[in-house]
């Protein structure tokens, strides 16, 4: 008697197939004897545009990774629904060894912009994995002052979020523009003021090209802000470089970020 086989390509209710589980959980085993079937279709998307190579590279799975990528038919650079590839989302949860397997493939773009302008450098520097960040930095085609759709550098967020050694990471760079401001005119420098960064601030003044007194749209200087949000070692460093505070209108507003 013949049993009919089960449909490997077969998805459930959400779009998943048997093999985005498998490399979603990080399960080898199951998806090493999956691939290996000859009608599997390796890089099938979920209805969100996800595929397996995407969801073993968000999770961390780098040995999922790297049975994925040795199968036929595997496209390392095929992004989701948001434009986000698997390179993206390992630099976006700070998975260094599933990024560093991702960058050997010739075919994987580690500097593809998502729908919002964001690449895996700027999430890697945004959450502070140095790692992740000196190995995207280690490519001569990843752009290391590549805004996002609102102006937003990597340094910029690094700087906003007092991720120290990622800073100095990016302030190596002599093509990393320390003055880029966002596109309501922010700087790095500013946010970091802001929020009392001291030790980025002063990594960031150490920048021979770095403007310390540079306004946002409002008229209001790093100064301004470090006085405003009463953080006095930052504003003893800005002072050292006697700068001032000045306000080009007198409307009083809370600094939020642009998303």
Known sequence: MEVEGCGINQEDCVGNTPLV????NG???????????????PDKPDRNGQTPLVYAAQNGHEGVVKILLG?????PDKPNKYGRTAIFYGARNGHEGVVKTLLECDDASPDKQDMYGQTPLLWAAWKGYEGVVKALLGRED???????????TPLFWAARYGHEGVVEKLLEREDVNPNKPNIADQTPLLWAAANGHERVVKALLRRDDIDPDKPD????????WATWWNHPAVVTLL??????????ISIIFIPIAVF
């Open 21 to 24: 589980w498998a490399a979603s």
């Open 27 to 41: 399960h080898k085993g199951v998806v090493k004897i999956l691939v290996e079937q000859g009608d599997v279709i």
């Open 71 to 75: 199968r036929d038919g595997v496209t």
């Open 142 to 152: 990843v752009n290391p002052n590549k805004p996002d759709m609102f102006g937003q």
């Open 217 to 224: 749209s409002d008229g209001r200087t790093p100064l301004w």
């Open 239 to 248: 002072q050292s470089r006697g700068l001032h505070v000045w306000l080009r």
